[in-house]
């Protein structure tokens, strides 16, 4: 019998390798979860059966992803299970997240380009010694429906745009690790990318995304916010 979610709804497959699989008894350990809800022991008590962890040196936050390894699982074993973020790779570096979004800009604004100047959409008009700045309507309309949909089939495809590929890095949903639906990545593209065609470019793209910056614990911009994912290194 197959894994594959039915048509249309939205979920990542069960043998997506990227899911994180929580031990018998637990569930995602989602902050987005309903206090008690999903199986989970009280806050602080291990499941049954369980060794409580050591708890961290004092002043130390506990991990994230750093468990040691646990043969048959691709990112390693958490020793807090009650983390969302317990047996995922580390959280990306903000400064590469920023880097892989100028490249995908750089890429997606090529074909952009590409593909109004043709039908004379394009942002400047240059007549003689006069410039006139005149933002085509037109232009934003193909700038956020490419940038959407980029973001949206390669995120929920792979979890990883161009750049993110390039700078080893992948976009996953919080609660469990997963690859993000099509329904999430189509959100947070939204949230990222439509600000940013129509009204305010980059200012928009450097508040969204550099909100990774100070965001803690999970290093969300407010796309991720929007969507709840995070962005994870995969080497």
């Given at each position: 019998?197959?894994?594959?979610?039915?048509?249309?709804?939205?979920?990542?497959?069960?043998?997506?390798?990227?899911?994180?699989?929580?031990?018998?008894?637990?569930?995602?350990?989602?902050?987005?979860?309903?206090?008690?809800?999903?199986?989970?022991?009280?806050?602080?008590?291990?499941?049954?059966?369980?060794?409580?962890?050591?708890?961290?040196?004092?002043?130390?936050?506990?991990?994230?992803?750093?468990?040691?390894?646990?043969?048959?699982?691709?990112?390693?074993?958490?020793?807090?299970?009650?983390?969302?973020?317990?047996?995922?790779?580390?959280?990306?570096?903000?400064?590469?997240?920023?880097?892989?979004?100028?490249?995908?800009?750089?890429?997606?604004?090529?074909?952009?380009?590409?593909?109004?100047?043709?039908?004379?959409?394009?942002?400047?008009?240059?007549?003689?010694?006069?410039?006139?700045?005149?933002?085509?309507?037109?232009?934003?309309v193909v700038a956020a429906v490419l940038y959407i949909a980029y973001d949206t089939f390669l995120i929920s495809t792979s979890g990883q745009t161009l750049g993110k590929k390039w700078l080893n890095m992948r976009v996953a949903n919080l609660s469990d690790g997963s690859t993000p639906s099509v329904q999430t990545s189509l959100a947070r593209a939204a949230v990222l990318w439509l600000p940013f065609a129509f009204c305010c470019a980059c200012i928009w793209t450097a508040i969204s995304g550099g909100w990774s910056y100070f965001d803690r614990p999970y290093k969300q911009g407010l796309h991720d916010k929007a969507a709840k994912t995070v962005v994870v290194s995969i080497r």
């Open positions: 019998m197959s894994t594959e979610p039915p048509p249309g709804s939205g979920q990542p497959p069960e043998d997506d390798p990227f899911r994180k699989q929580p031990p018998p008894g637990q569930g995602s350990g989602s902050p987005y979860d309903a206090p008690g809800g999903g199986g989970q022991p009280p806050p602080g008590q291990p499941p049954p059966g369980q060794t409580p962890p050591s708890p961290p040196p004092p002043g130390q936050p506990p991990p994230h992803g750093g468990g040691p390894y646990v043969a048959g699982d691709p990112y390693g074993g958490g020793t807090y299970p009650n983390d969302p973020l317990a047996g995922m790779p580390p959280l990306a570096d903000s400064g590469k997240r920023t880097l892989a979004r100028i490249i995908d800009l750089i890429l997606v604004g090529i074909v952009v380009w590409l593909l109004t100047w043709p039908m004379g959409v394009h942002e400047y008009s240059v007549d003689g010694n006069k410039i006139e700045y005149g933002k085509s309507f037109a232009q934003s």
